[in-house]
């Protein structure tokens, strides 16, 4: 990696003719004018839910593979409903607790500077301890439906997305999307663990395709929004490094998902998941080469191709691993 460089955050970034003030005093009450639907959409908006819907999808196809393997059946009716609702709980909070920690920048960033904490919807303690229940409750429901190895890993992974990720990586080294990638992965093993009480290699192979497939994912977003993190001081690969670098290792990383990817395939599944694996996976490949190219000739490297398909891929690999579970 190579060295990082911080850009300073100043007190006001200007924004095509209007400034964004960071509030430096105590921070205002929610505003008198909002409704109650107003107040329940923002504290939604919290739990981020778009990105807790991808933690889903690869979590219950992997408690289907999981069930299929070392039981030779379907999951528990229960045990799924429990993980779907305590897994959506935990993200939901560690993704609250992450707005409370990073109200300083979002403030700082357009992308982020519509969020329920820099208007003043909701006050950041109130966040705090939204984002706190939700984690106690999330644990408490996977603990005394399915086993203290799911409810630990979840416990582990909302510490490290807020306490690792947020709180230092983050904010201190361009690796902070690779090593920030374990939280992100953590779910693969929490609906693993679920089901069987163990870890077995299946299942860590599952969570190093999610893992490595996560670099390239937000790299993307990254240059989207690579003045934003720039403003906000955040040392993002793209703010810290050429696009031909980034572009780099967007390529070496969409290879290692689709190697492991592969690999699940005659330990797991059938031929069907090994088709489908191999051809998306050349076609994440694919769109990372075609970005890199771009950033080699110097021209527009249109990162959101590969941020979209990106999603499309992970969500089509784990569809078939849900399918391949029938067939086994």
């Known amino acids: 990696m190579s060295a990082t460089r911080t850009a300073p955050v100043s007190p006001a970034v200007p924004d095509r003719g209007r400034t964004i003030v960071v509030n430096t005093g105590a921070e205002p009450p929610p505003s008198p004018r909002s409704k109650p639907a107003a107040i329940v959409k923002a504290y939604i908006t919290l739990t981020k839910p778009r990105i807790v819907e991808l933690l889903l999808i690869t979590t219950i196809p992997t408690m289907f593979l999981a069930a299929r393997l070392h039981a030779g059946g379907l999951p528990d009716l229960v045990t799924v409903l429990v993980v779907v609702i305590?897994?959506?709980?935990?993200?939901?909070?560690?993704?609250?607790?992450?707005?409370?920690?990073?109200?300083?920048?979002?403030?700082?960033?357009?992308?982020?500077?519509?969020?329920?904490?820099?208007?003043?919807?909701?006050?950041?303690?109130?966040?705090?301890?939204?984002?706190?229940?939700?984690?106690?409750?999330?644990?408490?429901?996977?603990?005394?439906?399915?086993?203290?190895?799911?409810?630990?890993?979840?416990?582990?992974?909302?510490?490290?997305?807020?306490?690792?990720?947020?709180?230092?990586?983050?904010?201190?080294?361009?690796?902070?999307?690779?090593?920030?990638?374990?939280?992100?992965?953590?779910?693969?093993?929490?609906?693993?663990?679920?089901?069987?009480g163990t870890l077995s290699w299946e299942a860590w192979i599952l969570f190093a395709v999610v893992f490595w497939w996560q670099p390239p994912h937000f790299f993307a977003l990254a240059i989207k929004y690579k003045d934003d993190y720039a403003a906000a001081g955040i040392p993002m690969l793209p703010v810290v490094a050429s696009l031909r670098r980034v572009g780099l290792e967007s390529v070496i990383y969409a290879w290692l998902t689709l190697g492991f990817s592969l690999a699940l395939w005659p330990l797991a599944t059938t031929p069907l998941y090994g088709v489908v694996a191999l051809v998306t996976g050349g076609m994440f490949c694919l769109e990372a080469h075609r970005m890199h190219g771009r950033a080699r000739r110097g021209e527009n490297v249109k990162p959101m191709r590969l941020f979209h398909w990106s999603t499309s891929y992970l969500t089509l690999l784990f569809v078939a691993v849900a399918v391949d579970s029938f067939l086994l």
């Open 86 to 196: 305590g897994g959506a709980m935990a993200a939901g909070a560690a993704n609250a607790i992450n707005c409370y920690f990073d109200r300083d920048i979002d403030q700082l960033m357009r992308r982020t500077s519509r969020r329920p904490i820099p208007q003043h919807t909701i006050a950041p303690e109130r966040a705090l301890t939204f984002g706190l229940v939700l984690a106690v409750v999330s644990i408490a429901l996977i603990w005394s439906f399915t086993n203290l190895l799911a409810a630990a890993l979840t416990l582990a992974a909302i510490a490290y997305y807020d306490l690792v990720y947020t709180l230092w990586l983050k904010r201190t080294t361009a690796a902070n999307t690779v090593w920030g990638g374990v939280c992100g992965s953590a779910p693969v093993l929490i609906g693993w663990a679920a089901v069987t």
